[in-house]
């Protein structure tokens, strides 16, 4: 039926019963197709993302280099590569992910954004010592820039009580575990130097770990979070 009609045949000619089959097929054929173009819509009129944005789409990460009715393409980061550098791959992302899966722009109205590193300190360290440490640490690598851009930072908010509850210097945060205690270093970024402020933080942590002659060796145990 679908081939009758494609080749110029007459829905008339094979009735009702027969139209609707041919529809149906063609439907079938085409819902990606359609699915893509009306994602394509609503990602341009909504502004979900635009070229040069930082995306994951699906679990693929990467810069927007194009954007067609049909796909969007990314210069793809992440994959097996840590710290989010680039692999040198191209993706090719269907539009229609803009209405089945959740779409995070990591630079859509900032450049920059949030991670945490984690400390474990044992229970017999001196953990005020432990948060001097780790704070200083941060401050000396990322709040000289997280305090000259709060101002771009807080243009952004929608609502006023996000001051709040959005961290604009570097802040420490304490947790209990079952042996130690985990300080939880936040700060923010600019999102394509990702991989650089984690590890100057990191080093930084341990060298001023290094320089304390009373500093616990459980003070190193170190982890960074997406």
């Given at each position: 039926f679908a081939?009758?009609?494609?080749?110029?045949?007459?829905?008339?000619?094979?009735?009702?019963?027969?139209?609707?089959?041919?529809?149906?097929?063609?439907?079938?054929?085409?819902?990606?197709?359609?699915?893509?173009?009306?994602?394509?819509?609503?990602?341009?009129?909504?502004?979900?993302?635009?070229?040069?944005?930082?995306i994951e789409v699906n679990g693929t990460k990467g810069y927007v280099v194009a954007i067609s009715?049909?796909?969007?393409?990314?210069?793809?980061?992440?994959?097996?590569?840590?710290?989010?550098?680039?692999?040198?791959?191209?993706?090719?992302?269907?539009?229609?992910?803009?209405?089945?899966?959740n779409v995070f722009n990591y630079t859509k109205d900032t450049p920059f954004i949030w991670t945490e590193i984690l400390v474990s300190v044992t229970y017999e360290s001196d953990l005020q010592k432990a948060e001097r440490i780790v704070l200083e640490a941060a401050n000396e690598v990322v709040g000289v820039l997280m305090r000259n851009n709060r101002k771009a930072v807080q243009g952004k908010y929608e609502f006023t009580d996000l001051e709040t509850y959005v961290i604009e210097e570097p802040t420490v945060r304490w947790k209990m575990k079952d042996s130690w205690v985990e300080l939880s270093v936040i700060f923010f970024y600019p999102a394509h130097r990702k991989g650089y402020y984690e590890s100057e933080v990191t080093k930084m942590i341990l060298g001023k770990i290094a320089d304390e002659p009373d500093a616990p060796p459980s003070a190193a145990g170190l982890e960074t979070l997406p």
């Open positions: 081939a009758y009609v494609l080749f110029g045949g007459n829905f008339a000619e094979i009735g009702a019963l027969g139209g609707a089959v041919v529809f149906s097929v063609l439907l079938f054929i085409l819902q990606e197709p359609l699915l893509n173009c009306v994602g394509w819509a609503v990602l341009v009129t909504r502004r979900v993302y635009k070229l040069g944005d930082r009715p049909m796909n969007t393409t990314v210069r793809e980061f992440g994959g097996w590569m840590s710290r989010d550098m680039f692999t040198g791959r191209y993706a090719t992302l269907p539009n229609k992910g803009v209405l089945t899966s």
